[in-house]
């Protein structure tokens, strides 16, 4: 039997990879980068204007962190594989989305086609939402608040399993020991 290395498919299992879908895909990825480079760019230069003055490792530490947080921003081959691209393109090109407080979702409403749920927090969403701005000519941290304040998924908040008793007083020992002794003149002086 020849060596036969495991990454090489086996030629007797359907392809299961389509693709169609896989060229769509990359020039997402390449346009959403597109969107992306004027602020990158600038954003590496200002990084590096910072830092140039920095000990060595301090400076490529840096870098590396700016070159991280772009690359945060950026869509991924491998962990957005599964990337709706309907609903990325939705949100990237600022169509009309409606938001279904029901469901917690927002939808996108195409005529003749069935309505597109696009749900806030996942890379749809956020990755919709950071080419939109990039778009729009906004600075890296600009866009970065951005996709990390809303473009999140919102939790609901839970009410608190019992009702908190307040009560009032300090925990400070001098204002104790003062509310004390007016407590004590008060009454003395009622006597």
């Known amino acids: 039997m020849p060596d036969v290395p495991a990454s090489m498919p086996d030629p007797h299992e359907p392809m299961s990879v389509d693709v169609d879908r896989l060229v769509e895909l990359a020039a997402e990825i390449e346009r959403h980068r597109y969107l992306l480079r004027s602020a990158a760019d600038d954003y590496r230069w200002r990084t590096a204007r910072q830092v140039e003055y920095l000990d060595p490792p301090d400076r490529d530490m840096r870098l590396a962190h700016a070159e991280r947080l772009i690359e945060a921003l950026m869509i991924d081959p491998v962990r957005h594989i599964d990337l709706d691209l309907d609903a990325y393109r939705a949100v990237r090109d600022g169509a009309p989305i409606d938001f279904d407080a029901e469901h917690?979702?927002?939808?996108?409403?195409?005529?003749?086609?069935?309505?597109?749920?696009?749900?806030?927090?996942?890379?749809?969403?956020?990755l919709g939402v950071i080419a939109r701005l990039a778009g729009l000519g906004l600075r890296l941290e600009q866009i970065q608040v951005v996709a990390l304040t809303t473009a999140q998924v919102v939790e609901r908040p839970r009410p608190p399993a019992t009702t908190p008793q307040v009560s009032r007083g300090t925990t400070k020992a001098s204002r104790r020991i003062e509310l004390a002794r007016r407590q004590g003149r008060e009454f003395q002086a009622g006597n």
Do not use: N, Q, S
């Open 104 to 126: 917690r979702t927002y939808v996108l409403r195409r005529p003749g086609r069935d309505p597109l749920p696009v749900r806030p927090g996942l890379p749809e969403h956020r």
